[in-house]
Structures are given as structure tokens and as C-alpha cells.
């Protein structure tokens, strides 16, 4: 195999088993093989169950998570990513995850990252004091198979947290301690949304992996360097009653991350124009 990264290493800061979908689609898109450090800590860089505030926005983050993976293991590159779960940013009564890789390579002085809102996900919490009631709510949340989390619904920041409940054993006992724990009798189940205790997530990661590779993959037609690609929409197409650009995007901006070329890459021909219900000044 031939391109930037064959042959070369990167780390993965994971302490969650991401490296299972991540380091197949980096070894068989680009050549490049992946460094897990051991003993690494990224929850220290926040966590779903609330315990641990995440600082920063989630690229930055990320960024940070990739620099401590690469100097534990030695590595000029670096992977890591975040995720998000909550309503959709467009359809807020839908569901959804958002999940983000970055891809760092100090030789280059290169950081990419890409995204992908994903509503294929199971993230749900309910409340309880016992097992009764909860089987639709186990059912939604693809439980086993998936795990929960348990917590008092109402204690202080010092009261129980259970994580990776796998079993209706386990989930009893931690409503029993958790409900007990609690002001009001209630513990808050939550889906456990680490990677490694969720296929569902799994699977996202495992095609932001492929698209952060396919971009990787993609040279800068400038400056050949990889890792040109999608930055965010591009124009609004013109009214086709007054020619004010509206709301609807006509291309995606493209842009090199390391000389900063842009081209923009139509969604539909270049000249095609809008319905003035678009249009900011023919529908205000």
C-alpha cells in the first residue's frame, strides 16, 4: 500500500475498546497501524455518568485526549474522539449522538477532525424504585447487551454511582442501593454510553472512523498534502425571483488543512437557482 500514512504508527488514546472498529478501517484505508497506551486514563478528560465534567468543547478535548496518547506512546500522530448524546440539533424531538475524531500529525503540523450526528442510538434514562414497569424502557435501551448505569435521583454529588450493569441481578441491586440513597426514593437509570458497553455507539465510531480515513485519504489538489475535505456548507443558491442568496446551500466548502485552499464542490449545477420561499427578501 502507498500514500502519506503507510507504514507509519499512531496512538489511540482509548481506554474503552474503540481501537476494535478504528484500528481495521486506519490499517486497511491508509496503511497505518495503531498504538493503544496502556494504563492510560482518559476519563480524567470527562465522562457520561457526570462524575467528571468534560472542559472545553469536544474538539478541544479531543485534541487534548490524542497529545496524551501520543506522548505516552512515542508517536508524531495521534487519534482520539468524543461523543455527545442528546436531542438532535435539527429535530429535537428525535434522539441522536454526535460523535467527533481528530487526527493530529506534528511532522505535517496537521489537526483534522470530522463528525457524524448519527440518530441509530439508545441513549434513554427513566426513573424507578424497583423492576416493575422498567421493561419498556430495558427493551429501548437494548438491554444486556447493552449496559446502564445506575444513580439516587435526588442525593449529593458524594452518593452511589454504579456503572456497566449487564444483568437483571445487577440492575436490581443497584436500584435497591441507589432508590435508597436517593431524597425521593427514585434512582436515575441511565444508558451506559462508554464504547466499549455499547455496540450501538460502537458502530457510529466505526463509520466516523471511515470517514475521517476516506478524508485522509483525499490530497490537497494545491499542495498534495491529505486531509482536504469538508469544512462546512458553502454559499446559499440565489433566488430565482430577485438573485439574493438564501438559505439553501448550493455546494459544500472544501479546504485544505495544512495551505488552506478552498474549492467548493456543488450539491446541484452550478447555476441552478432557488424558490424565492427561501429567499430572505422574496419571503421574510
Known sequence: MTGPYAGRRAALATMHGKQSVIAPVMHDRLGLSLITPEGLDTDVFGSFAGDIARTGTMREVAIRKARTGMAAAGTAIGIASEGSFGPHPAIPFIRAGLELMVFIDDARGLVISESLIDTDTNHDETLASGMD?????????????????????????????????????????????????SEDGL???????????NPTRMRSIARLADRLAQR?????PA???????????????PCSACGTQTILPRSDLLQCPACGFEQEAFLTPARMTADPGSCPLCNP
Open 133 to 181: 414497569g422498567l421493561d419498556a424502557f430495558l427493551l429501548r435501551a437494548g438491554f444486556p447487551d447493552r449496559a446502564l448505569l445506575a444513580a439516587p435521583a435526588l442525593a449529593p454529588a458524594s452518593g452511589p454511582l454504579i456503572k456497566g450493569i449487564r444483568s437483571a441481578e445487577a440492575l436490581a441491586e443497584a436500584l435497591r442501593v441507589c432508590a435508597g440513597a
Open 187 to 197: 434512582a436515575r437509570i441511565t444508558t451506559d454510553m462508554r464504547a466499549h458497553m
Open 216 to 220: 485522509l485519504s483525499s490530497a490537497c
Open 223 to 237: 499542495c498534495a498534502s491529505p486531509g482536504f475535505g469538508r469544512i462546512g456548507p458553502g454559499p446559499g443558491a
